[in-house]
């Protein structure tokens, strides 16, 4: 067990300077702690909440070993971090969450592979490394599949639906040649996420499980708390729960699922997804429960903690992506609304510039 415990005035790092990076900053600032933004783009926009910022390369190992002997504890806001630059900071500073988590969940297969082998429901997977590789995956799983990237998806991006054998060939060229893996199609009733956080001494502490509606394969509405059975929101937190403890995971993270029923009605869930950070589905934590979910990740990486997680009745966060931020008037003036902007100078399509959340009861 890692027991070191950073005390307020003390310098948070983090790797990734996005909205997340940003949020996370304005906790620990209001916790008494100072925040180095290490990323890789001027225009950043945790930048602008940071005591101090380093914009370079993350392959530059001269400005990742200065950044490391500038704080006392690091975390990472994105798990595209490279897994070379985590395990360099690594070594030089307390890195939470550790480098085997950012590992297991940049590579699909490997995640799948983690899923499975604790026993947990996912989609049927194949590895697809070439043509004869996918014809042996459709022949086991079938169609409709989905042929993903192993790395570097996001959004819907680096993914293509294979609905009937003429799509095999435009699906496999539209992954550039790189790894892939192919997952069946879950039939399922909706998207849920449940977020939760692991503290260094094994505590845990979930919020109410989400129920996520996609537009545009971009995540546009949370509602909590999701329409499931006391039995499955149980399910969904041990389903955490277990993740959280075989990765030895310190810090806040999220997973996603699949909810499905049958004919009868029971109810079953299906892994997509990890997400080894705090996760765009709990933003409604922000002003929906008793601890934010940036807060609770500042709490574990710090080794503080947990703070309660429950919520103030019944809450929606929307997302504002692209021009949807020209209404933030029009937020500001709903009662039931609280308003969250990131900073970003340009609004472009597909491109998330706040969230809104909404106290319903």
Not at 324 to 342: C, F, K, N, S
Request: aromatic letters at 6%; glycine letters at 10%.
């Amino acid at each position: 067990m890692n027991e070191t415990i950073i005390a307020p005035g003390a310098t948070l790092g983090i790797l990734g300077g996005g909205q997340l990076g940003r949020m996370i900053a304005s906790a620990a600032a209001r916790l008494g702690l100072k925040v180095h933004v290490f990323n890789d783009t001027p225009a950043s926009p945790a930048f602008a909440l940071a005591d101090a910022t380093t914009c370079a390369p993350f392959t530059d190992e001269a400005a990742l070993t200065a950044f490391a002997k500038s704080v006392d504890i690091a975390t990472y806001e994105f798990e595209n971090v490279p897994r070379e630059a985590a395990a360099l900071v690594a070594g030089l500073v307390p890195l939470r969450p550790g480098v085997g988590a950012l590992a297991t969940s940049q590579d699909r297969l490997a995640e799948k592979r983690f899923v499975a082998d604790l026993g947990i429901a996912t989609a049927p997977f194949r590895p697809v490394d070439d043509a004869a590789g996918l014809e042996a995956a459709l022949g086991a799983i079938g169609m409709p599949a989905i042929l993903k990237t192993r790395r570097f998806g996001y959004d819907g991006k680096g993914q293509a639906a294979i609905r009937e054998a003429g799509d095999a060939d435009g699906a496999l060229a539209a992954m550039k040649n790189a790894p892939a893996i192919l997952e069946g199609f879950v039939d399922f009733v909706c998207e849920l996420s449940v977020v939760a956080a692991r503290a260094p001494d094994g505590s845990f502490a979930a919020f109410d499980i989400c129920e996520n509606r996609h537009e545009n394969h971009i995540l546009a509405l949370t509602s909590v708390p999701a329409t499931v059975s006391a039995a499955t929101a149980q399910q969904a937190r041990e389903i955490a729960h277990a993740i959280a403890g075989a990765l030895d995971y310190i810090g806040v993270f999220a997973v996603e699922l699949f909810l499905t029923r049958d004919a009868a009605g029971a109810e079953a869930l299906v892994v997509n997804e990890i997400a080894p950070r705090v996760h765009n589905s709990g933003h409604w934590t922000d002003f929906g429960a008793q601890t934010s979910q940036f807060e609770q990740h500042v709490r574990a990486v710090c080794g503080w903690p947990l703070g309660p997680a429950g919520r103030y009745g019944r809450v929606e966060m929307r997302n504002l992506i692209g021009d949807d931020v020209d209404a933030w008037r029009d937020h500001l003036a709903d009662p039931q609304a609280r308003l969250t902007l990131y900073g970003k100078e340009e609004a472009r399509p597909g491109r998330k510039m706040g969230h809104v959340t909404y106290l319903r009861d």
